[in-house]
């Protein structure tokens, strides 16, 4: 008997085969899948930069990402830095580097630190700060929370100059008036003028001040057990590099036969990226390599630290109208004791006056 052919559709499926190895489930994709995920999203990060004029902030922050942010910035004379007051400049720029995109917004605060009277100069940083915080909380209270953009800073580099003896009292204050609402990362800048003994001085000493003062600054955290040792031993030096002592150029010079950016001087040339000029590679190395850090930082301490506040008035935002409120109430409540008190004297004397009006009845009645 001739066997029964079978038609096209009737014949055996195609067996799926498993690529992997047996026994392997699968679950060590997943963090593929992330990275894909991150990488089509992208990354989004919030860098404040603080300290007075001409200490080469704006240098510094081209620097570090390679382009020119402040194209068009005018400098002020000093007559008009005598009444000026400090101003927020957010610019926002978008790198992309082998195929991962970074939304980078770096906020500059021009007017910091320059007019006679700097009693009340960081109170509009600490408001745009606590802006932002509002702003992602009513993003994030709201119905659509699919694509909310984070402004909340990240980072503040704080710049102390390097011609002093340690942190001025300024410095002092503003850091203790934001240490709760950001990272804080000190860096002493222009550390070219500064010998490698001064600088490691000055170093000490503005260690030795932020303890003194309990200023919160950000402590990188400590390497894991299971990383390699290159790793660990990175995160040592970084650590031991706090405040970082820089120097910024745009500039690119001819040294030893290659081209690198740099400052000339007559005695010689300053290279920017050269670890042993100065601590600039190990404050871009600190920024990317823990930029996750930051972020996380900022949403689980600082941020929930901010919404708990906010949750404890009630959701409402505190204003100067509520503030006034406040201070009717509490004169109307004076004025009302007031009140009372001036009515419980007259009902005391009336009494009186009654008392002696009996008395003086009883003492004519004998008469009679």
């Known amino acids: 008997m001739k066997p029964l052919s079978v038609g096209p559709y009737f014949q055996q499926p195609t067996q799926f085969i498993n690529p992997e190895t047996p026994g392997y489930v699968g679950f060590a994709n997943l963090p593929n899948q992330v ?173 030795d001040e932020i303890e003194e003062h309990s200023i919160k600054i950000y402590h990188l955290p400590d390497a894991e057990s299971d990383e390699d040792e290159d790793f660990k031993e990175q995160t040592r030096l970084l650590k031991a590099s706090i405040p970082f002592s820089v120097v910024g150029s745009n500039q690119l010079i001819e040294a030893k036969g290659k081209k690198v950016r740099g400052r000339l001087y007559p005695w010689g040339v300053v290279e920017v990226e050269n670890p042993e000029h100065n601590d600039f590679l190990k404050l871009r190395t600190m920024l990317i390599t823990h930029m996750q850090d930051l972020q996380e930082v900022t949403q689980d301490l600082h941020y929930e630290n901010f919404r708990s506040e906010r949750l404890k008035r009630g959701g409402r935002k505190v204003e100067n109208e509520d503030m006034n409120k406040d201070q009717i109430l509490l004169e109307k409540e004076a004025e009302l004791r007031r009140m009372q008190e001036m009515i419980a004297r007259m009902q005391a004397q009336m009494q009186l006056q009654l008392q002696g009006g009996d008395g003086d009845s009883g003492v004519h009645g004998h008469h009679v």
């Open 35 to 207: 990275h894909r995920k991150s990488v089509k999203k992208g990354f989004e990060f919030t860098l404040m930069v603080v300290g007075e004029s001409g200490l080469g902030k704006s240098t510094l922050i081209n620097s570090l990402f390679l382009t020119d942010l402040y194209p068009e910035r005018v400098i002020p004379g000093a007559a008009e830095k005598i009444e000026r007051t400090v101003q927020i400049e957010a610019s926002t720029v978008e790198i992309e580097e082998r195929g991962v995109k970074l939304r980078l917004t770096v906020v500059d605060t021009p007017g910091y630190g320059d007019a006679i009277n700097c009693r009340d100069c960081f109170k509009t940083i600490i408001s745009y700060i606590d802006e932002q915080f509002e702003r992602y909380l009513h993003d994030e209270s709201g119905l659509n929370r699919r694509h909310i953009i984070d402004n909340r800073v990240h980072c503040c580099f704080y710049f102390i100059s390097p011609f002093g003896h340690g942190l001025k009292p300024l410095d002092v204050a503003f850091m203790k008036a934001i240490h709760n609402k950001v990272n804080i990362v000190p860096v002493i800048a222009k550390a070219d003028t500064l010998t490698l003994k001064e600088r490691e001085r000055l170093k000490k000493r503005i260690l």
